[in-house]
Each structure stands twice: as C-alpha cells, then as structure tokens.
C-alpha cells in the first residue's frame, strides 16, 4: 500500500515535471513573439513525376539561424508536407467564416437525431478535425505522425533559440486549381 | 543599277519568306489554341542564397510532351525567369484597369509641355514599355535578350507540335511581400 502510494506520487511528480517542462518550452516561444522577424529561407519540393510542386517562405529573426543547413531541412520538410496534403490555411485564424458555415450545414445533418445536449459536442468535434486536415500548422508531420507541424516548429524555436514561422505557403498541382 | 535591283528584289524575296515563315508559326500556333491542355509539369527554382523561389506550372496536351526532356527544361527556364525579374501577371489581358489608371497617371506628368498631338503616342508608348516588364509573356528572355517569354513558347509549340501554355506561376521573396 505505502509502495503504491510512493509509487503514484512519483508519477504525479512525473508529471508535474513535464508539465513545467511544456510552460517553459512555450514560455520561450511566446517571449519570442515580439521579436522581429529578420531573415528567412525559400525552400521548393516538387513530386518526382513533376505533377505537384510547392513553395515554402520560412522566416527567421537572424541570418545566423536561417543560413543554418537544419533551418533548410526544416523549411523543406514543410514544403514535402505542403505538397503531400495540400492544405487550404497556415492557421486556425485564416479560415473564412463563409468556410466553417458551408462545413456546419453538411455536419448538422450527420447528428440529425442525436440527443440534443450531444449535438454540440460532437459538431464541433466534427469540425475541429476537418479543418484541422485543412489548417498546415495543425496537421499532423507526414514523417511523424505524433507531431503537429506547429510542434515541429515550436521544436525549431527552442533549439534555434529564436523565434520562427512560417511565412506563406503556394502549391501547384497539373492542371487541378 | 541592274545589279542593285536584282540585289533589291532578293532582300524582298528574303522578307517575303521570313513573313510567311513567321506566318506559318503563328497558324500552327493559333490552330493548336482549340485543343485541349492535358497534362502539364511543374518547376521550381530556388536563388543559391535561398531567398528568392519561384513555382510554375507549364502545361502541354500530352504526356509524351510534357514527360520530355526539353518540355521541363523550359518550365525551369521560365520559372527561373520568374525568380529573377518578379512579374506581376501572366498575359497582357491580366492587367487590372486600375493599375492602368495608376500608371498612366504617373506618365501624364511626364507628357506635360509636349505637344498635344503626340502626347498620346507617348503616353502609349510609356504604358506599353512600362507594363511589359510586368507581365511575363511579354518580357525579354533573361538567358536571350532578342527572346521574348511568348516566343520562348511559341518556338516550343513548332518544335513539339503541340499547345504548350503557362498555368500559373508564384514567387517569393524573403520578408518581401
């Protein structure tokens, strides 16, 4: 009993020790938000058969970070990333109203029948993942599933110690507008 | 004299098949306008120093054109042109009244104190030569000066025998919107 107590307490500590490690982590990055954005880095990935390309503006506070080969990779890896699932949206606050109403009005027909205190619930639910699919910061890394793009980036600030985003984003496929 | 004559009706002659030459070119160029653009390539380019890229989608009617070779070295031409020179719009038919309006008001305080009957001609002239730099079809090659982009284009048609067009095309600029 006293064993499963020391134990639980550890993983309670555990726990809060991540926990303060998470705030720290993004304690940084939003002291780093009102830093000036000074440099950056294009990168470009096209598909193999030459049918998909995109265009990735990563931005930087220093050259020193930007000029950095991993900065590149990172660039590029969300390149590969917006040309694999062709997101609509950098993030959350760029999706138009008139896009959240037209996706209400096909998901308030699936809970037609639902208890009424549910239905709430589970449109937004319905809505956060579509448009989660849609949004390139909250997708999930096509090279790693248990990571959002925003985790990838955020991981690059406290690494680079400066603050980073990406800028815009354009992707062409052939003949598909 | 009889000579300089002889040597006169040469020249024309020489002009004569050069027109018709030409003539040629565009007939084949403007049969191939109603065909059908089905398939296409994308090319990036991206300046050694990563902060410029740019992003074109070349389009031609067939796989076995667009699949070739050449087909792609003239879209990475064309989307290195992009990158170097930043043009506003694709074809002269893109420009907006407004941005018309805005330039010619510019020109016509440079027209001032000329005489009435040729400010028009150079008000024209001024607008041509200005939009012309803007508008991609309409720039001179930067790899050949004698070149415009739309004979680029157009000597690929004859050469493929088919309707070669440009989609679209983005560039991006570090911190530069």
């Not at 990779?73 to 950098?90: E, F, H, K, R, W």
Request: net charge negative; charged share 35%; with cysteine.
């Amino acid at each position: 009993m006293q064993c499963k107590k020391a134990l639980e307490e550890a993983e309670g500590n555990m726990d809060k020790a991540i926990i303060i490690l998470r705030k720290k982590g993004s304690d940084i990055a939003s002291k780093k938000s009102d830093r000036l954005l000074g440099s950056g880095r294009i990168a470009s990935y096209v598909h193999g058969n030459g049918t998909v390309g995109s265009l990735v503006e990563l931005w930087s506070e220093t050259d020193f970070v930007s000029k950095n080969d991993e900065f590149y990779a990172l660039a590029y890896d969300i390149a590969m990333q917006v040309a694999a699932t062709n997101p609509s949206y950098l993030k959350m606050d760029d999706v138009t109203e008139e896009e959240k109403k037209r996706a209400l009005e096909v998901f308030e027909k699936e809970v037609v029948g639902k208890p009424e205190d549910m239905k709430e619930k589970i449109l937004k639910g319905k809505l956060d993942s579509y448009l989660a699919d849609k949004i390139l910061l909250e997708q999930s890394f096509i090279k790693d599933g248990n990571m959002k793009i925003k985790d990838l980036i955020e991981s690059a600030i406290q690494k680079f110690g400066e603050k980073i985003e990406v800028g815009r984003f354009a992707r062409f496929s052939v003949l598909e507008k």
